[in-house]
C-alpha cells in the first residue's frame, strides 16, 4: 500500500513496520525523521526528494543494521553526515553505545544539534538513552580521532567509501576481533568476491555479506560484515 507523499519539509507518517523496529522507542524515532525531513533538507544534508522515503530508504534502511551488531557492543559510525546508520541503528538498539565521527563542519553542527534535541525531547525512551551518544569531528584514521574514541566492538559506515579504502581508514579503530559492517550498495556486494584477497591482506578475516531486515519490505538491505584479525 502506497502512502501518501508528505508536502516538502513535512515529516512522513511510520509505517506500521516503525513500531516493531523501534518499540517503545518510536516516538525519538519520529522526532529524528522530522529532523531530517526539516533541518537535514535544509542543511543539504538530506535531498528534498527523499523526504517522502526517509523512513523506508534511510532510517528502517540503517536499523536494518542493528541484526549484525553484537549484543552490547561500543559502536562508532564513521562518516556519519546525517546520522546514517548509526542513529537508527542505537535508537533500535538500546543495549549498545554510539560513537558518530564526521569530518565536516556543518554535519557535525547538525549531529550535535540532533542528539541535543533527541535528549532534550522524550528523553530516556524505550530504555535508549541519547545522553550516552556523543559526536567528534575529525577522520577515522586521525589519530586524535583513534585515541577519543576508544574501544570499539564495531564500527559501521554507509556508503562511505569503496570497501579496500574504507578499511584502510579505519584500521586504527578496529583492534583485532572487532567487526566492520558496511552498508553497501548492489555493486559493491557483486564486486565482493574480486575484493576479498585484497581486504584479507589488509588484516580482515571472515569477509562476507549477510542480508538484514527481510522482514522490512523495500528497507530490506544488504550489509558487508568483516572481523580484523590478530595483525
Not at 68 to 84: F, I, M, N, Y
Not at 132 to 154: F, L, N
Not at 162 to 187: E, H, N
Request: hydrophobic share 50%; proline share 9%.
Amino acid at each position: 500500500m502506497t502512502r501518501p507523499a508528505p508536502t516538502p519539509g513535512t515529516a512522513p507518517p511510520p509505517p506500521p513496520a516503525a513500531a516493531a523496529v523501534f518499540g517503545d522507542a518510536l516516538p525519538l524515532a519520529e522526532r529524528y525523521v522530522a529532523l531530517l525531513a526539516g533541518d537535514g533538507v535544509v542543511r543539504g544534508l538530506i535531498g528534498p526528494r527523499e523526504v517522502p522515503r526517509l523512513w523506508e530508504r534511510h532510517v528502517l534502511n540503517s536499523a536494518a543494521v542493528a541484526e549484525a551488531v553484537p549484543q552490547g557492543a561500543r559502536v562508532v559510525d564513521v562518516g556519519s553526515g546525517a546520522g546514517l546508520p548509526g542513529i537508527p541503528l542505537a535508537l533500535a538498539r538500546a543495549d549498545v553505545t554510539l560513537t558518530l565521527v564526521e569530518p565536516m563542519a556543518r554535519r557535525v553542527e547538525f549531529l550535535e544539534e540532533a542528539l541535543g534535541d533527541l535528549a532534550g525531547g522524550p528523553g530516556v525512551c524505550g530504555g535508549v538513552d541519547v545522553r550516552r551518544w556523543r559526536v567528534i569531528r575529525g577522520r577515522a584514521e586521525d589519530r586524535a580521532v583513534v585515541s577519543a574514541v576508544g574501544p570499539v566492538d564495531v564500527v559501521t559506515a554507509r556508503a562511505v567509501a569503496p570497501l579496500p579504502r574504507l578499511v584502510g581508514w579505519c584500521r586504527g579503530l578496529l583492534r583485532p576481533g572487532a567487526q566492520l559492517v558496511a552498508l553497501v550498495g548492489a555493486k559493491a556486494v557483486e564486486e565482493l568476491p574480486g575484493m576479498v584477497a585484497e581486504l584479507t591482506a589488509a588484516g580482515m578475516r571472515d569477509v562476507h555479506t549477510r542480508a538484514v531486515g527481510a522482514e522490512l519490505g523495500d528497507a530490506a538491505t544488504t550489509v558487508v560484515v568483516m572481523t580484523r584479525g590478530s595483525r
